[in-house]
């Protein structure tokens, strides 16, 4: 068999394990995605109406609702990939990627596998949080192209982040060692415009918010899905995105290809 459908045999296989992995042992996946949706509801039906004080203009819930859909869904994005990382050090931890080492399959699918199925459990996770969004009022006006252009930064995002966590996973020593180190990835948008703009942050710590990877992402979907101004933002959401894939997917497949002797 030539080298291209025995890779897309394998990974197809890979992808397939990864996704009965995540119904079979459904606590983690479960709190990955009701974490975004509890967080959802905290700031809106408790801080709500004091956050979208810093919003001006006339704030309400609602306004405060649709505010912060863009930064929950890119902590929800974070969170699966989060997931990813876990699962990918088990692997690890459990031996079973050495064992992979030594059968007839095509030595990328262990890590495409990974990657698809995690972009695939990070499309569920945004679809459930829009869902809930939209069932406590958050409302659009997106065109098609504009929708499109969502799901395309959002695939893109989420491909990004995957691939870091695909690498957090190879290097960590254990399973709690990786959610450890790949909590940034969920805590990020924090630190961003997720839930207040970036202009009432105090001086000092703006400059962060403002060139983080986050913010970026969460404003471009916000123009996209509200019909702000996005501006900038764009090329930007772009290129950390891009960057964010290249050196996760080097990293990852570096990692991957070491000497196992040397690993850890």
């Known amino acids: 068999m030539s080298t291209l459908p025995?890779?897309?045999r394998d990974s197809s296989t890979m992808v397939r394990r990864n996704l009965l992995h995540a119904r079979r042992y459904p606590s983690m996946t479960l709190n990955l995605l009701l974490t975004p949706v509890m967080l959802l509801l905290i700031f809106v039906y408790i801080f709500g109406d004091v956050m979208s004080s810093g919003?001006?203009?006339?704030?309400?819930?609602a306004t405060y609702v649709a505010y912060v859909v863009p930064g929950i869904l890119m902590m929800t994005i974070g969170g699966a990939s989060l997931g990813v990382a876990v699962s990918v050090c088990t692997d690890m931890t459990e031996g079973i990627i050495a064992r992979f080492r030594t059968?007839?399959?095509y030595r990328g699918s262990v890590l495409v596998g990974h990657v698809v199925g995690g972009v695939l459990q990070?499309?569920?996770?945004?679809?459930?949080?829009?869902?809930?969004?939209f069932a406590i009022g958050f409302r659009t006006d997106a065109s098609l192209l504009e929708?499109?252009?969502?799901?395309g930064l959002t695939l893109l995002v989420g491909l990004a982040l995957t691939w870091l966590?695909?690498?957090?996973?190879l290097s960590s020593p254990n399973p709690e060692g990786a959610s450890n180190v790949g909590l940034p990835l969920m805590i990020l948008p924090l630190?961003?415009?997720?839930?207040?703009p970036v202009d009432s942050m105090p001086g000092w710590f703006r400059w962060f918010a403002d060139y983080q990877p986050f913010t970026p992402f969460i404003e471009s979907l916000r123009g996209l899905l509200l019909g702000t101004p996005i501006g900038h933002n764009g090329w930007l959401a772009v290129g950390w995105g891009v960057a964010l894939t290249a050196l996760g997917a080097w990293w990852s497949t570096s990692l991957f290809n070491r000497d196992p002797s040397n690993a850890r």
């Open 191 to 196: 630190l961003g415009s997720a839930f207040v």
């Open 165 to 169: 966590a695909v690498g957090i996973g």
């Open 6 to 8: 025995l890779a897309v």
């Open 103 to 105: 059968m007839a399959i």
């Open 122 to 133: 990070v499309l569920v996770s945004v679809v459930l949080v829009i869902g809930v969004g």
């Open 147 to 151: 929708w499109l252009a969502a799901i």
């Open 55 to 61: 919003l001006g203009g006339h704030p309400d819930r």
